[in-house]
């Protein structure tokens, strides 16, 4: 059985995957193929302890180069002659691969485009207010496969020559998202850092991507620091800080693809929310099969993991910051800081070393 997944998105989402590797492993057999297609950039967050094969769509801007890795991938992925290609987006582009792939077992979710919509032989729909991992097992449920298991696995370095100097207890932070209106002030940010310094005498480890946008805010937040954290700004691959996150004591940021990283390698993991619903999107704990997010709003928790989010009525609202502004209100100017350090102290206080 040679098996196509298809999960044109970003970090996060191709991270959400990983949950039915091992349920297509136990039902089709260790020898089935499992491969994943995903766009280019993401590819590094994927563990190749299931996947063999990882295609990437390079979403380039010259149009030469464009339609050249294009038909490099519909040719790469029509010699595969997959049996099964189950696509986890809903777009126009997902369920026309679905069909070049020349599978006869396509499963997904239809898009709105008339000609489209007879596309998958087990067409899926989605449930609203369900957790994302159980959006994408929908596919095994129309396959009619058990789900024996919801466990995120991430790809992990090994070791890393880069992590020599790192204190032997710390606090791993990653206080940025690709999506800017999920984002803390850098103010809140640095008091963080000095609230985890000051009251546990435990170090914070900084990462960021290499995004320029996301350097400047690092140094920003730096700058207002009364502490001198470690930080990693753009230097590291996926699973260089995948190594990193599993070394830490905690993981404390905010709603981005590290975060579920943080959770996929048991990481107890302490998440801001704005705009997002965690009954969708917040950190899964490995060890439990249903989802604790039962609330659409407000400070929740799942297993190890925590979600601290505002009760305000115009969360969750979804969009991409306040009237246009790609800043999210809840996360800055409506954020209770106090009521915020508190909750993260809490979370905190029984995880420190007793020595």
């Known amino acids: 059985m040679k098996i196509l997944i298809i999960k044109l998105n970003k970090i996060g989402d191709v991270l959400l995957t990983s949950p039915l590797f091992p349920n297509l492993k136990a039902h089709f057999g260790e020898d089935c193929i499992i491969d994943m297609l995903v766009n280019y950039g993401t590819q590094g967050i994927l563990s190749h302890q299931f996947v063999r094969k990882i295609h990437t769509l390079k ?11 294009e038909i490099s991938l519909l040719s790469a992925i029509y010699h595969e002659r997959y049996d099964l290609v189950i696509g986890l987006t809903s777009g126009e582009r997902t369920a026309f691969l679905s069909l070049w792939s020349g599978a006869k077992i396509r499963v997904g979710f239809p898009p709105r485009s008339f000609w489209a919509k007879n596309i998958y032989t087990h067409p899926l729909t989605a449930k609203g207010g369900q957790h994302t991992i159980d959006y994408n097992l929908l596919a095994l449920q129309a396959l009619r496969i058990p789900i024996l298991e919801k466990r995120v696995t991430a790809s992990r370095m090994e070791s890393c020559d880069k992590f020599a100097n790192l204190p032997k207890h710390f606090i791993h932070l990653h206080c940025f998202s690709s999506w800017f209106f999920k984002n ?39 700058k207002l620091t009364t502490t001198k954290p470690l930080y990693f700004n753009g230097n590291l691959s996926l699973s260089e800080v995948s190594l990193l996150n599993s070394k830490a004591l905690a993981f404390v940021g905010v709603d981005t693809g590290i975060m579920h990283l943080s959770a996929s390698n048991d990481i107890p993991t302490f998440a801001f929310f704005g705009p997002s ?35 305000l009525d ?31 102290a809490n979370f905190l206080s029984p995880l420190m070393p007793t020595n």
């Open 59 to 69: 979403r380039l801007k010259n149009p030469l180069q464009k339609l050249y890795t």
């Open 184 to 222: 803390l002030g850098d103010d809140f940010c640095a008091k963080l850092i000095d609230l985890i310094w000051k009251t546990y005498q435990i170090p914070c480890v900084l990462t960021a991507s290499s995004d320029p946008r996301e350097g400047e805010k690092l140094q920003a937040i730096l």
């Open 277 to 311: 619903a965690p009954n969708t999107w917040g950190p899964w704990d490995n060890t439990l099969m249903e989802s604790g997010y039962t609330a659409t709003k407000g400070i929740q928790k799942m297993g190890k993991h925590c979600v601290y989010q505002e009760s």
């Open 314 to 344: 115009c969360i969750p609202c979804g969009r991409d910051g306040c009237n246009g502004s790609k800043k999210s209100d809840c996360l800055l100017s409506k954020l209770n800081e106090e009521r915020a350090l508190q909750t993260l």
